[in-house]
């Protein structure tokens, strides 16, 4: 059966890839990937060359098509995002429900993530969470940011450096004294995990000059707060 495996990449350390990962990157027909020259860098410190097939949000419906002529073919195909686990706020939902649905095979190649990474050093006591993703930019971002504040769970959010400023002053205004988690670059030369209220953590990001980087957002649980 031919199959498409789905396959975790680094967050930024190039070093953190599975020995699985490499070895199924090197076996595979095509590797379907978000932005090609990020894929390349990658298979480029490993000596691997393959042909790479675009698969971002805009050319998900082409590639799909693609993707089930290969493994109708009988070729072996992987998935791959920019970084980390691919279907985790990333694109490729439609490309595994499609591979599905033909009768090919799917298979998880499991590896770094920044929402696991995160959480691996979060020390909450409490399993459970709520993992959000990206909020809405604008429609329904003031409705998020309330259920938030109304959530008895910790919550976990992706954040791009041009909003986290205004998402901690979101925050701060519903949530002033509840203890925020900010995974800054993980695995990256400039990592760092900043604790605080988000008033506390918003003050800092702006004497900070400019918040760059990437964000996972942790908000504490009610009762560790
Ligand atoms: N699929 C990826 C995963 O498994 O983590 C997430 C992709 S999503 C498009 C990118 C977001 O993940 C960033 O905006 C940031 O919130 C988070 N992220 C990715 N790499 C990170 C890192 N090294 N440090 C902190 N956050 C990171």
């Known amino acids: 059966m031919s199959t498409l ?8 350390n190039l070093e953190d890839i599975t020995l699985r ?8 027909d095509v590797i379907f990937c978000e932005d090609t020259r990020v894929t ?44 980390g686990t691919p279907g985790i706020s990333d694109p490729g939902a439609r490309l595994v429900r499609a591979v599905r649905a033909a009768g090919h095979g799917v298979v998880a190649v499991p590896g770094p ?5 995160a959480l691996s050093i979060a020390g909450l006591t409490e399993n459970e969470f709520v993992f959000l993703g990206f909020l809405p930019h604008k429609k329904g971002r003031q409705t998020a940011i309330k ?3 109304a959530e008895e769970r910790a919550v976990i959010l992706y954040e791009s450096p ?3 400023e205004k998402l901690m002053s979101e925050l701060a205004a519903v949530l002033p004294e509840r203890e925020t988690m900010l995974f800054r670059e993980l695995t990256k030369m400039f990592e760092e995990v900043l604790v605080g209220t988000p008033q506390e953590l918003w003050a800092r990001l702006e004497t900070d000059g400019s918040a760059r980087g990437e964000f996972v957002v942790l908000i ?6």
């Open 5 to 12: 495996y789905v396959v975790a990449t680094p967050i930024g």
């Open 21 to 28: 990962a490499l070895r199924i990157l090197k076996a595979v």
């Open 40 to 83: 390349s860098k990658l298979l480029a410190k490993y000596e691997t060359e393959k042909p790479l097939v675009r698969c971002d949000e805009k050319a998900e419906g082409k590639a799909t098509q693609r993707a089930l002529e290969l493994l109708e073919e009988g070729k072996d195909i992987a998935l791959v995002s920019d970084a």
């Open 113 to 117: 993530s920044a929402l696991s990474a």
């Open 147 to 149: 259920s938030i504040a």
């Open 162 to 164: 041009h909003r986290i």
């Open 220 to 225: 504490t649980p009610s009762q560790e707060a």
